[in-house]
């Protein structure tokens, strides 16, 4: 249980809510209609890259809750013996999620989140909490919402779950997502909208 909230609480210090495609996709290839094609699927648990799981981009798409707790949270790993040094990345939050698993990750955890698919299609909802692809579910621009006291957004280079694919952090309602940007996370911001 320690190490559950170890997890869940690293995930929440980090807040990199999102995560990365590897350098080399790019968001017409994340949206490409092959990506909608015999889509890969699979659910919760403790995965193994190469068997049980793909390596590549996945989203998942959760319903709304009114429970702070009911968050997804996700991690790529090089083992499974749950340590913190064998966190590679990790992401935890409510709304959309986007992952990307690597070749060289040992597995991917994931808790609360339900089922992951590589169908990339953009989402036909307004840019809320979650994490967003750019270029396919947002475009780039200059972008306001509400804003507020707990607002926290990030532009995101990639959707691994580190530290560094963070590109920039704010906490007032105005944004400028640029073409190179990879993703978009929001939590508690409100809805986004042009201008």
């Known amino acids: 249980m ?80 749950g340590s913190s040094a064998e966190t590679i990345g990790n992401s935890a939050g409510v709304g959309p999620r986007v992952a990307t698993i690597d070749p060289s990750d040992a597995g991917f955890i994931s808790q609360h989140c339900g089922t992951w698919t590589s169908d990339l299609s953009p989402l036909p909802v307004p840019i ?12 780039p621009g200059h972008y306001t919402s509400q804003g507020g006291t707990a607002c926290v957004w990030q532009r ?4 691994g779950g580190t530290s560094d694919e963070s590109t920039e952090v704010g906490s007032v309602g105005s944004v400028e997502i640029i073409p190179t940007d990879k993703g978009f996370s929001s939590s508690h911001c409100g809805t986004w909208l042009p201008g």
């Open 2 to 81: 320690g190490s559950k909230l170890t997890r869940i609480a690293a995930a929440a210090l980090l807040l990199v809510a999102a995560c990365s495609p590897s350098p080399s996709a790019s968001a017409a290839q994340l949206a490409s209609p092959a990506s909608t094609v015999n889509a890969h699927t699979f659910n919760d648990g403790e995965l193994h890259v190469g068997t049980d799981v793909l390596p590549g981009t996945y989203r998942v798409v959760r319903p709304p809750s009114s429970d702070p707790e009911d968050f997804c949270y996700w991690e790529r790993v090089s083992g499974f013996g």
């Open 128 to 139: 809320d909490d979650g994490v967003w692809i750019v270029g396919v579910d947002v475009q």
């Open 156 to 159: 995101l280079s990639g959707f």
